[in-house]
């Protein structure tokens, strides 16, 4: 199998900043008892979920290339999930949500390689490749939800994070990682299990990217389609849970109907859910996300999403009326009457129009931030941008003019106007000065020695949203998560009972093997007491051959593990039906 990392068209369009997640699959890396867990959830998902999933996923698994035996190569999703305008990458766990949803934009899924341990097969609070592949690829087949799937992202990479939400992705992630890794301390849970609990319950006012997560939640993770009496499951978190796709059917799950309101229902990634909505269809999903989208500050603007940069603390841009785009960390605005009248950012500032920087107004320009008044002249009712040129002549707003500019708010912009730069449109949108000294009341923002002004034009913010305008105006290589995810531990032990899932699966497949199976059972039998998933692979292979004495034996054995573990018994047992059920056919 490769191990290398192998791109394609969608996969090199993406910015650098998405590109420093991948990891390459190394298949490889994925043992016998891997692919076992694998194969188990997926007999029980297709044979449980074609009764109780939307009929896109049955039809999503096959157009995949998904199958029921064997984990997913990614380099083979990707020549079939290119048919459908899609594609796949490896992740190591979980990346930022803002990282996450841009992913989707670029119409590419993120699959986080790693496997759940088959001590947590019903479910893990970890993202492993059984609940992206298993559970996202297959419904993205269907064009509706797909296009609202890369519609979420476009739009959720945009919601402003407060400081407190990377706090949580960072908690979350931590849980994650110890709660699925073997042998981990109990109190080492707890604790982080604890800082979890504290951020849920201390997040404050809900942020932008805290709401749309809840909506990502309550959709594409854990919706449900129909109606309230009878719906149907086409979120990913339920579609390879077969533990959580069976008890979210039953009545001990609240069904609420979806609308916008699911953005303020916040969750617990490690529990099951109490809990969840039903959308009539996909198209509505659309309709409520177009709906959030319009009280988001990126479609609102003004001096709230202003206020809502400064609170991240983090990257964000505000565009102008003029369509200029100033990109930077947000660190101070002047208000008057509920408007902004001056916005200043601190270190590196990009401006932009459309996208695409400025030229000569990139972050070596403007190293030590950026400010401008925003709003009107004093006294004047045709803002700036809407001035013919007849007009800013006469207000002496020309080339080699010394002007003094009174605007709205007592911002006060007095220097020797340099040039200035358009828009399309022909609207004014940058105006540079020498020898400027910039004040508001008695307050100097900006003197003479400082260097040339450029100030932008525009009488309103008219959006606001995280992330640069440009994602080349900023060196955004520089995600290194706190936590990395543990790898399941070596032992002889566990290598020995390796070899005999290895030799099972090879019998089953008719290749070669090193032992017969009544020999792999009498040694995971006597040596490996607590393991049930390889008994249940043979039990299944006695059947198909035919042995009842074999495969006698083989219950009575599993009985015992049953006593032994009653936890794992409905495994089992349900191991066990999914087989006789089929051979009774």
Known sequence: METAFESNPLIDRLPKHLKQFIKPQDYSDYTPINQAVWRYVMRKNVDYLSKVAHNSYLDGLKKTGLEVDNIPNMYGMNRILKEIGWAAVAVDGFIPPNAFMEFQAYNVLVIASDIRQLEHIEYTPAPDIIHEGAGHAPIIANPEYAEYLRRFGEIGCKAISSSRDYEMYEAVRLLSIIKEAEGTPQAEIDAAAARVDFLQNNM?????????????????????????????????????????????????????????????????????????????????????????????????????????????????????????????????????????????????????????ELVGHGTQYHAEGFGSPIGKLKGINLAIEDMSPRDLRAYDIYEAESVT??????????????????????????????????????????????????????????????????????????????????????????????????????????????????????AVSANHPNDWLLSLEIAELAVKENNHDFFEKIINHLEKVKQNRPEIAHLISGGLELFMKKEAV
């Open 204 to 356: 404050g006012e809900l942020s932008e990217m805290a709401r749309i997560r809840n909506l990502h939640w309550w959709t594409v993770e854990y919706g449900l389609i129909g109606t309230v009496e009878n719906p149907k499951i086409y979120g990913a978190g339920l579609l390879s849970s077969i533990g959580e796709s069976a008890w979210c059917m039953t009545d001990e799950v609240k069904k609420i109907p979806y609308d916008i309101s699911a953005a303020d229902q916040s969750f617990d990634i490690t529990k099951p859910q109490p809990q969840l909505y039903v959308t009539p269809d996909f198209a509505h999903l659309s309709l409520v996300l177009e709906e959030f989208a319009n009280t988001m500050a990126l479609r609102t603007g003004g001096l709230s999403g202003l206020k809502k940069l400064i609170q991240s603390n983090a990257l964000g841009t505000i565009e102008l009326s003029t369509g200029i785009q100033i990109s930077g960390v947000f660190t101070n605005v002047i208000e008057e009457e509920g408007k902004p009248v001056y916005i200043q950012t601190t270190g590196k500032t990009a401006l932009s129009y459309r996208e695409k």
């Open 405 to 522: 500019l009174e605007f709205e708010g007592n911002i006060t912009v007095t220097g020797e106007i340099i040039t200035g730069s358009r828009n399309l449109q022909g609207e004014i949108i940058i105006i540079s000065f020498k020898n400027c000294t910039v004040t508001h009341n008695d307050t100097i923002l900006f003197q003479p020695e400082w260097g040339i002004y450029d100030m932008a034009v525009g009488k309103k913010v008219i959006s606001a949203f995280s992330g640069p305008a440009d994602v080349n105006s900023f060196d955004m290589i520089n995600h290194v998560p706190s936590s990395q995810t543990i790898k399941a531990k070596k032992s002889s032990e566990r290598a020995e009972l390796e070899v005999l899932y290895a030799n099972v699966r090879n019998h089953r497949e008719g290749k070669p093997t090193q032992i017969t199976l009544k020999e792999a059972f009498a």
